[in-house]
């Protein structure tokens, strides 16, 4: 493990002075200072976006689009705010409109579930249309088109990787028929860091006519393209994975193909008119965001995408990749484990298998020396199935966490796998 | 408290590595599969059931430690014994983890070992999974059906 020296005291960012925003790092467990590694299943809220919610509640909270007060109206002027910030913040063009969701999982089944439950003869996915998902998939990207496929007789046909959990475009243009109605594809794998060649491949299905589907939420956060310069009908992620408030997500795309969406959430906001037999919806965005909405969520979620412009993608992304290198560097050279994906460079996270100690007791193990590590499937077992036939412990890193930290992981995982082997 | 002494003692990785009673029956009258579906986990159980008695266990998967210890402390503890000494001694298994039952007075020999796994909520599930299973098979019909049970279905 000396050879991962060469990592420590190396990063670009202020990390010490960016911990004093994040109040929760402050705290020890189990008589260790929280070292916090389940990034890619939530991140942390600094101080700026819980005062930008705070700020909502105590001056401007009420119900948007309806009161003629003056709440009502600021309430409406920083949900709409919101929604501008976060546009820019993905690179969205005058063609894109933007959706307020509960998160990925909405958002996918916003958009999976639209897609088929105008009927037969409305909906845009019918009996003998192709649906491709690839096996690199969280469960959220992977379930709805399952139900999708169906639903309308639409037949689902799976992207499979190679042995080191790759997939290639090769692979994908044999699966796209003229009859392809949709591919989905995740920006980064939540369970590996894989990265898809997603520009290359969503331009690959939109050729052949299909509806584009990317799966940001362990993107959004990172240096991606804008929205505009892909060929991407949606695009959906998280809060949460992105120094946001829970429960709160985005779906984006382009307005014609939003337009195609059976909306799901049925009733206030949301409509033109209603009568008692019929109603005439809304057009975009309120046609799909039925219900008082989280407006100090969405605030919450704008001022998190101004925290990370505020650092900065690219200084953000060498810092994380740094850990993430220093973190392969280290668990490597571990006798008896195996790191998933060592090539994915650009992942913030990192995924490990030992043949003879489980997940679960690495996990508690780490644990008990204040270090927080995701164990089990991750949602996507499939995916675990295919490469390593079972669950993993991932380690993943975000804006505050130090090469101390990644230090202190190493020497934990050795430990538990030297004493429960 | 600590995990290293008190949730994996000695005796809960020394049964880890060498589980006892794993594998296959050649003809089980009964057996059932239990699933976490949190971690993957799955273990089945196979038994011979005759005349009340457990007359002969085996069991197959890939499951954490602590699971993997629990299971072989039970086929250990339930071999040649009762059906209805299995299941009392599931219930006070189970006591004993949700804190219902002092570990120094349940029945429970070198099961006691696991005691520590109640100071671990998320891994009471764990040292539950192959007793789950095995109560199913014990209420499997003898018509030669495998069934299964999911660690959600049921609360610890």
Same mark, same amino acid.
Request: net charge negative; aromatic share 4%.
């Given at each position: ?21 994040? #109040? ?62 976060? &546009? ?31 009927? #037969? ?56 028929? #003229? ?27 939109? &050729? ?105 993608? #690219? ?107 | ?33 239990? %699933? ?23 069991? %197959? ?36 983890? %949700? ?51 999911? %660690? ?5």
């Amino acid at each position: 493990m000396g050879d991962t020296d060469q990592f420590l005291h190396t990063s670009q960012l202020p990390v010490q002075a960016l911990r004093a925003q994040f #109040p929760v790092l402050q705290q020890s467990i189990n008589g260790a200072p929280l070292c916090y590694l389940d990034n890619a299943a939530t991140t942390h809220m600094p101080l700026a976006v819980q005062d930008a919610m705070r700020h909502f509640e105590q001056h401007d909270r009420a119900n948007i689009h309806r009161g003629v007060h003056t709440l009502s109206q600021r309430a409406t002027d920083d949900f709409e705010a919101a929604r501008e910030v976060l &546009k820019r913040f993905i690179g969205a063009g005058a063609q894109h409109e933007l959706v307020f969701t509960s998160g990925t999982t909405e958002a996918l089944n916003i958009v999976a579930q639209g897609l088929w439950a105008a009927g #037969p003869g409305k909906a845009w996915l019918r009996a003998g249309d192709r649906i491709v998902v690839s096996a690199l998939e969280h469960h959220a990207n992977l379930l709805p088109w399952q139900q999708a496929a169906r639903m309308s007789g639409a037949e689902l046909v799976v992207l499979k990787p190679d042995a080191q959990g790759r997939v290639h475009e090769a692979d994908l243009q044999a699966l796209l028929t #003229p009859n392809t109605r949709v591919l989905a594809l995740t920006a980064g794998a939540n369970a590996t860091g894989e990265r898809p060649p997603y520009e290359t491949m969503l331009s690959m299905a939109a &050729k052949v006519g299909a509806l584009t589907v990317l799966d940001a939420a362990q993107a959004v956060g990172h240096t991606m393209p804008a929205l505009s310069g892909l060929g991407c009908d949606f695009m959906a992620f998280s809060g949460h994975k992105m120094y946001g408030p829970m429960g709160t997500g985005v779906l984006a795309g382009r307005r014609e193909s939003l337009d195609l969406l059976y909306p799901l959430r049925l009733g206030g906001d949301m409509v033109e008119w209603v009568s008692l037999e019929s109603a005439g919806f809304a057009a975009l965005p309120a046609r799909l965001e039925g219900g008082t909405p989280n407006v100090a969520g969405a605030v919450g979620l704008a001022a998190a995408a101004r925290f990370i412009d505020g650092v900065g993608r #690219p200084a953000l992304d060498q810092h994380l990749q740094a850990l993430r290198a220093h973190a392969v560097a280290g668990l490597s050279a571990i006798d008896g484990l195996t790191v998933l994906a060592p090539h994915a460079t650009q992942a913030s996270l990192v995924s490990f298998i030992s043949p003879h100690v489980h997940p679960h007791d690495i996990g508690t193990m780490l644990d008990e020396r204040g270090i927080a590590v995701r164990t089990g499937h991750h949602c996507a077992q499939p995916l675990l199935d295919l490469l390593c036939q079972g669950p993993t412990t991932r380690a993943s890193f975000a804006v505050y966490n130090t090469h101390e930290e990644v230090q202190r992981l190493i020497e934990g995982v050795a430990h538990a796998l030297e004493r429960l082997k | 408290m600590s995990a290293e002494n008190d949730l994996y003692q000695e005796v809960v990785l020394e049964h880890k590595r060498a589980p006892r009673n794993f594998g296959h029956l050649e003809q089980p009258t009964h057996q059932a599969q239990g %699933t976490n579906p949190s971690c993957g986990d799955r273990i089945s159980v196979e038994l011979q059931l005759a005349g009340g008695t457990v007359e002969d266990i085996r069991f %197959t998967g890939q499951a954490c430690a602590i699971c993997m210890a629990s299971t072989s402390m039970m086929t250990e503890a339930v071999k040649g014994r009762e059906v209805a000494a299995a299941q009392q001694l599931q219930q006070h298994f189970r006591a004993v983890l %949700t804190g219902e039952e002092d570990p120094e007075e349940a029945p429970l020999g070198k099961l006691v070992s696991l005691a520590g796994v109640r100071q671990y909520p998320s891994r009471i599930k764990c040292a539950l999974l192959g007793w789950h299973a095995l109560m199913h098979a014990i209420a499997q019909n003898n018509d030669g059906g495998a069934g299964s049970v999911s %660690t959600e279905d049921i609360q610890p």
